[in-house]
């Protein structure tokens, strides 16, 4: 019995290493979703705050809408074609160098922002730099970097990352209007500048070079489903499930910003107060984490393809009651909507990139991934410009919802007809 006793105890010994060694993975995992939650939120809510500069930068140098919207137009541009630079300089230099980059440059847009005098000088801050800035703290990093610690469950993890869309606009955009009525705008952009750069500093200090590594259990382990398929970026660009993920980010994206980047200015033109349109609109960020999540969790219930379609199909529904709301515009009508659209606002995202990230998987997905992304930051630009052009020209909102509302049906038809994204 004595001589048992050693290897019983260097069982039970190795035994609680491991269970102690795969808690701290867990809560290094949970600290990783928590630090991409939080710069997801900083990026989203930063660069969406600029529908409620619209108006004041409108007025204060009489621009009409569609020249105000090319600001915002031009950040989603360049964040889409970003995306691939993306995610090459992640796998060459990490996540450290990545995230400041992305936070470096959102603090220098706002205070160059902050005393610009001519449109070029917002496209060039708010429109080029934040639009880089966002993609280098955004969906393309975080998930790659997600990727190595959750693994089978990253839709799941992308859905509270994604979610951070509405803490964003929950808080940043109530907070936007605040501080714009009480210092004004420029003076709003500064403290956004200055307050973006202070963070660089806890960024540089973080253990990346343990967050970059991966969860030990996931490198030592194999997925006995997972089958590297040798997929390059030519090869991709080949199949009909990459242009069928492209089309769907990029009709999406228009649809949806055509109308996210004047819901305030319809709003307040609909006759609601400025800050009660800010905080409305900032509440689809409350409804927003329910949506991603409720329909993340449908994908494992009634199947991806199903969860995707219901969403559209409560997407639609939203904007019909926007369009009510012009005609009737009343507390019930405007819950209604942000609860429709906001709660949908991006809530097919994680289950698109994991649909994408199945699909493609292998050595270059984050290279693929991010060239299928520049889908969704073209269509944001295009919806998001088209819109402002169409409401100058009509000088209502009509057409701009009839051109949103087709932009989404198109966004759909994938998950319809495609057979790679019906299965």
């Known amino acids: 019995m004595d001589q048992n006793t050693p290897r019983e105890t260097s069982a039970e010994a190795n035994k609680e290493h491991g269970s102690a060694s795969q808690q701290g993975a867990v809560r290094t995992a949970l600290v990783v979703l928590g630090l991409c939650f939080t710069l997801a939120v900083l990026g989203r809510g930063l660069s969406d705050s600029f529908t409620v500069f619209l108006k004041p930068i409108s007025e204060s140098f009489g621009w009409d809408r569609a020249q105000v919207v090319s600001i915002y137009s031009l950040t989603w541009l360049v964040s889409g074609l970003t995306a691939p630079l993306v995610g090459r300089l992640f796998d060459h230099s990490g996540p450290r160098i990545v995230y400041a980059l992305g936070l470096f440059l959102l603090g220098s847009a706002f205070l160059i922002a902050a005393h610009a005098q001519s449109l070029w000088q917002f496209q060039i801050s708010i429109g080029l730099c934040v639009g880089i800035g966002v993609a280098f703290i955004g969906n393309v990093p975080n998930t790659i970097l997600l990727g190595r610690w959750f693994g089978p469950k990253l839709p799941t993890a992308m859905a509270v990352v994604y979610s951070a869309m509405g803490g964003g606009v929950l808080v940043l955009l109530p907070a936007s209007q605040l501080l714009i009525d009480h210092l004004g705008w420029r003076e709003t952009y500064q403290l956004y500048g200055f307050a973006a750069l202070a963070l660089l500093v806890p960024l540089m200090l973080l253990p990346w070079r343990m967050f970059a590594a991966g969860s030990p259990q996931m490198t030592k382990r194999t997925d006995p489903d997972f089958i590297d398929n040798g997929w390059t970026l030519a090869s991709a660009m080949r199949h009909h499930a990459f242009w069928a993920l492209f089309s769907t980010f990029f009709f999406t994206a228009v649809g949806m910003y055509a109308i996210a980047a004047q819901i305030v200015a319809y709003l307040i033109d609909a006759g609601f107060p400025p800050l009660q349109a800010a905080t409305a609109w900032g509440f689809s960020g409350v409804v927003l984490v329910f949506g991603m999540l409720g329909v993340s969790a449908l994908d494992g219930m009634i199947g991806r393809r199903p969860s995707v379609l219901l969403s559209y ?111």
């Not at 369009?323 to 609860?339: A, D, E, H």
């Open 313 to 423: 199909a409560i997407s639609i529904v939203g904007i019909l009651l926007l369009w009510l709301l012009q005609y009737y515009p009343n507390i019930i009508l405007l819950t209604g909507f942000v609860v429709c659209f906001g709660s949908m606002m991006g809530s097919r995202g994680p289950l698109i990139t994991a649909t994408a990230m199945k699909i493609f998987r292998g050595k270059r997905v984050g290279t693929i991934f991010g060239t299928i992304s520049i889908g969704s930051g073209l269509g944001s630009a295009f919806g998001s410009w088209s819109g402002g052009l169409i409401h100058d020209v009509t000088h209502g909102y009509n057409l701009l919802l009839v051109f949103a509302l087709a932009s989404v049906i198109l966004g759909m038809i994938p998950f319809l007809i495609v057979p790679a994204l019906r299965e």
